[in-house]
């Protein structure tokens, strides 16, 4: 008698997120939705202020909260998976060159960098909440926090890579 397999909890992950957006068009949607979030929220914590801290001297500028924000989804992605840790890892160098570029872009009189990743990151969760089946939905906080993980085995699954 064979016992079933156990799922990993990356692919419990996946099949949850992929359970309330059962519709096959929404997917690409998603795929837009999800990065938009991720890069609104990630550069809405870049530009919370972060205290000066003595003993890091002339280094000072180069830690802020989205160092711990980043650090901490490595962490739990490595838990799930170190493939999708990894594609994360190199997203989020994506996105803090983006991040770097707008906070450039502010100093010379563009939009501040709160108010750009505020505007991504409602339009990138509004999406989402445009094509949730309620229903299924639940608690929105867990489904939010699979999105990343969805999207990266996603793409490793399109690609046809072993997470």
Request: glycine content about 6%; proline content about 5%.
């Amino acid at each position: 008698m064979q016992s079933p397999v156990e799922q990993r909890p990356v692919d419990r992950d996946f099949e949850a997120y992929n359970q309330v957006y059962q519709r096959v068009n929404n997917s690409y949607i998603l795929l837009i939705a999800v990065p938009l979030m991720m890069f609104g929220l990630m550069a809405l914590t870049w530009a919370l202020p972060f205290p000066p801290i003595a003993f890091l001297g002339r280094y000072n500028g180069y830690l802020n909260w989205a160092s711990f924000l980043i650090a901490a989804l490595i962490y739990y992605h490595l838990r799930l998976s170190p493939m999708v840790s990894y594609v994360l890892l190199f997203m989020l160098f994506g996105f803090s060159y983006g991040i770097i570029q707008l906070e450039q872009a502010e100093k010379a009189g563009g939009m501040q960098l709160w108010l750009a990743g505020l505007m991504l990151a409602t339009l990138g969760i509004g999406l989402q909440l445009s094509i949730m089946n309620a229903k299924k939905a639940g608690n929105l906080f867990p489904l939010l926090k699979k999105a990343s993980t969805w999207f990266i085995v996603k793409i490793l699954k399109s690609i046809k890579v072993r997470y």
